[in-house]
């Protein structure tokens, strides 16, 4: 897979594992620019003249629309798809020809599909750059810096940190591609509460690991660590389970709610969600300073794509 190293231009996103230290860092830099870009009264023309496809295969709220808002306070314009009401793929085209449809009118195509390593494959039928933003239970790379950047601006730094990640660990590609990128920065460490079914794979595991991160799985919420300095829950993936019955039976085994982070939670600590949730997090938490998944973290998620978009074009502020 092509790595970055720190330079963008016209580069695929598919996967963290393209990143290192210095390549997040500046994603997170140039983002820290276009939050205060986004609220400036006059709007910025970095992107104009570009036309980048989102073509969203799987539903989506805030990827889809933190994207296309992202390229449009830049000044680039877009074309939008979501669901599987793009006609050709409604009869019957490959991926292939639909990404080379696409690349011949737009400077840059985001693609979510349900199936694993799809933006790969679109990256290779295509002349222009293509972000993944979501592969079935793959990865979520430009969550994964959304979620850094909010990280960073708490905790000023990125490594040496002690961060629990509760919720579906086998299918969240959230917590894939966060995994990937503190396994880059040093000595973090991770806590995953997950049931045992719902626990990493062999495989990723294994390449977190490797890469130097340290890893607890945990089952019961009396072994979560006191001094974490982020919790990032996830839903149970819904979509992934073969069975309705299964998915109850798992969806809310761990729920966090005020007496959990009362118990557990540090004054310090920051509570994430890359969102949508259903249950898992009790709405009562929201109102705790340490939340920040309805309001920074959200945001935050339009500024790194903006940051994303115009680095891609060599268009760095
Ligand atoms: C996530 C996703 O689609 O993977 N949502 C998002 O992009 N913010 C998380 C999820 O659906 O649970």
Redesign the pocket.
Known sequence: MQQIADDFREKDILSLEQFDTKSILTVLQQATHMADIATMAKPTTLLAGKIISLLFFEP?S??FSSFAAAAKRIGAQTIEYQGMHVSSVAKGESLSDTIKTFASYSDAIIIRHPEVGTATKAAEASDIPIINA?DGIGE?PT?ALLDCYTIHNHAGKLDKLKVVCAGDMKN???VHSLLSALSKFADNTVYLLSPESLQLSPTDKASYTENGLTIHEIFHEKDLPKDADVWYW??V?KERFSSDEEYEKMKHRFILNLDLLNTYGNSNLILMH???RVGEIATDVDADPRAVYLTEQMRNGMYVRMALLALLFGEEV
């Open positions: 989506s805030r990827t979501g979520h969550q969240g590609r959230t996830t839903r993936q890359p969102l949508p």
